[in-house]
């Protein structure tokens, strides 16, 4: 008992609790997060944070949520390396967790729900207390064996801002809200109102996904933002019912063998019956004065439009980051991880070049006049 005492006195030391509204916006937080404060309090309040235990934090602590490519998301967002990429990675063997979580940084958005209450620390408002301007996707990460919940918001008219510079991220320790390249954020997240996609203070926040993807659920209808495709007298977007949605869900299946993809060679794997197969992404038809296929960016996939039927639009994607300027639409297929297309596996197998065949058959039919 004497021992038990001691114990919690030391665990209780380690403790201390902090504002993240106190702290400077894009300031570096090395501290790790009660996930239950992270999940229900706001900028004013006391949060307990505590340190990491040989590199990663402790049960029940997060450093923060990653990053996710040109989304706003919660307000402490990680993965940040010296090189502009970024990534989260953690594992356990015999018992002993490594994690790397490379640099996080306070990305504070006081955002204001329709029930006056603000935005959580985890970047979300109440269910159905959303503003009418602002749209929003619920995801998660995990962290060993907890799954920790945020949210991805928008502004009802939104474009890219910030630079697609991935090096001019962070300047002198400091996340660039300004720089960060991600869509418009929701009215009043860094102090302005939100304009037809711009905004007063200059950051912006992050566009609508599609609802392909695990861990990805929408709760309102994309809005256009006047620069995508226009099919039949009416702008697309991911969650069109009549052309896009029927294919998004059919590739949904597929890519539920998912593994990874390479920017620089577009190449994408899939894992069918314990085999990997390694796919080209890339050009899969035309849609009227659009080209239509898939895209690998930050490790995710994507089905694409771009602005043209051109095949050196699709080639100018093999790069890292891949040249996005000719992508006019982008509906997310699968989260996964960057790196190598394929190699180290088994041969092909017959059933995922069925998987693979039926893939491209689908995103054939979609070829419209």
Avoid at 3 to 15: C, K, S, Y
Wanted: aromatic content about 8%.
């Amino acid at each position: 008992m004497h021992f038990l005492t001691i114990g919690l006195l030391i665990v209780g030391t380690t403790a201390e609790t902090l504002k993240v509204g106190d702290l400077a916006q894009g300031s570096e937080f090395t501290k790790c997060i009660k996930i239950t404060d992270f999940n229900s309090k706001s900028l004013t309040d006391d949060v307990e944070v505590t340190d990491k235990v040989d590199g990663c934090c402790p049960e029940g602590y997060i450093p923060g949520i990653k990053h996710y490519n040109n989304y706003w998301g919660a307000m402490v967002i990680c993965g940040f390396k010296d090189d502009g990429s970024v990534a989260m990675s953690s594992s356990k063997s015999n018992d002993v967790k490594t994690c790397t979580y490379n640099k996080c940084y306070v990305v504070k958005m006081d955002i204001t729900c329709k029930d006056d209450s603000k935005m959580t620390l985890d970047g979300c408002c109440p269910k159905d207390q959303w503003d009418a301007d602002c749209k929003m996707y619920t995801k998660s990460q995990s962290f060993f064996s907890e799954k920790v919940e945020y949210c991805l918001s928008y502004a009802k008219k939104y474009k890219m801002e910030g630079t697609s510079d991935k090096t001019d991220d962070v300047v002198d320790g400091v996340l660039s809200t300004t720089n960060l390249y991600t869509y418009t954020e929701c009215a009043g997240a860094f102090g302005g109102a939100t304009e037809g996609g711009a905004t007063e203070g200059g950051a912006a926040a992050p566009a609508p996904a599609a609802t392909a993807a695990e861990g990805t659920s929408a709760t309102a209808a994309a809005e256009g933002s006047g620069e995508g495709p226009m099919v039949g007298g009416k702008e697309l977007t991911c969650d069109d019912e009549t052309y896009l949605k029927p294919t998004l869900d059919g590739l949904a299946s597929t890519f539920e063998n998912y593994k990874s993809c390479n920017e620089e060679t577009q190449e994408y794997t899939l894992e069918v019956s314990g085999y990997d197969t390694t796919l080209q992404a890339g050009k899969n038809g035309n849609s009227n004065k659009y080209g239509l296929g898939m895209m690998c960016v930050d490790g995710n996939m994507y089905y694409i439009y771009t602005k043209d039927t051109e095949q050196a639009t699709f080639d100018a994607l093999k790069a890292s980051p891949p040249d996005e300027s000719g992508v006019v639409l982008k509906c997310l297929l699968k989260e996964g991880s960057g790196g190598g297309g394929g190699g180290g596996g088994a041969t092909t197998a017959d059933s995922a070049m069925r998987a693979a065949g039926g893939a491209v058959a689908l995103l054939g039919s979609l070829m419209m006049a």
